[in-house]
């Protein structure tokens, strides 16, 4: 687990503009770190309109659903995004590229219901969530009711029957090992923007499912909202830098030291 004490917004926006000084990439989660109190707001479309002008490239990293994620990255001003914790990228059109090797579709929606079955089978009392009829990759179910014990219980159930599992401040997560928003981002910037060299990439998210994201050794730029704080103890890996403010506020935060600076 790292250990070093998170730097402030100004000590990071200093830091990799002393190695960056051109605009880099952004790799940001939504829910919890675009949103505030799961909506959209008139200030986060301003911000990422200043980012793209700026030069900047900005992409969203999600958990939420193929079927949701293939709306934001046509709507919002971004290059592309990424749903399903790193399962299938959009970008900014309507056809997917999976970013996990799935050789038959059907076969692997069976695998992941018979791994939420089995999950039921000990004990816990689960609601599939209505999204899964608009996934590709993964299986997701709701968070409430669920104690820590329960997840992490949970993910040690899905880790002994070779599963992944992960949850977020909206669902839980079923999906195949090696399969992250880390390894997804990788795989995407590889395709398409391959002159992106990892410390040019600022990644930034709020919870468990993002942690690969703020592993030093893949990312080292990486940035924490404010509520990353409610699940400090869980995370393998905590950012680098941590907001003064929560949600949009502090990702709005970040961007206008970035632009400023």
Known sequence: ???????????????????????????TDMDGTLTRQGQFSADLIQGLAQLQRAGWTVLIVTG???????????????????????GVYFPGSAIPEY?????????????????????????????????????????????EGLSPADLSQMAEICHRIDW??????????????GQSKAAGLQRLIQRHFP??????????????????LFNPALFPQSVGVANVTHYWPHLAHHPRCI?????????????????TS
């Open 195 to 212: 002159q992106a060299a990892p410390h040019q990439v600022i990644t930034i998210g709020d919870s468990p499912n993002d942690v690969s």
């Open 243 to 259: 907001t003064h403010r929560a949600e949009v506020d502090g990702f709005l935060e970040l961007t206008q030291a970035l632009l």
């Open 1 to 27: 687990m790292d250990k070093s004490q998170p730097c402030t917004v100004a000590e990071f926006v200093h830091q990799f503009k002393e190695s960056c000084p051109q605009p880099g990439w952004i790799a």
């Open 164 to 177: 992944g599992f992960t949850y977020s401040t909206v669902q839980c997560h079923l999906f195949p090992l």
């Open 64 to 86: 939420r659903s193929a079927g949701w994620v293939q709306g934001v990255a046509h709507y919002l001003p971004i290059a592309g995004a990424m749903a399903e914790n790193g």
């Open 99 to 143: 970013l996990t090797d799935i050789p038959n579709l059907d076969n692997h929606r069976g695998a992941l219901e018979e791994v939420f079955r089995h999950l039921c089978r000990h004990g816990f009392d689960l609601t599939p969530a209505e999204d899964n009829l608009f996934r590709l990759t993964d299986w997701t179910f709701s968070t």
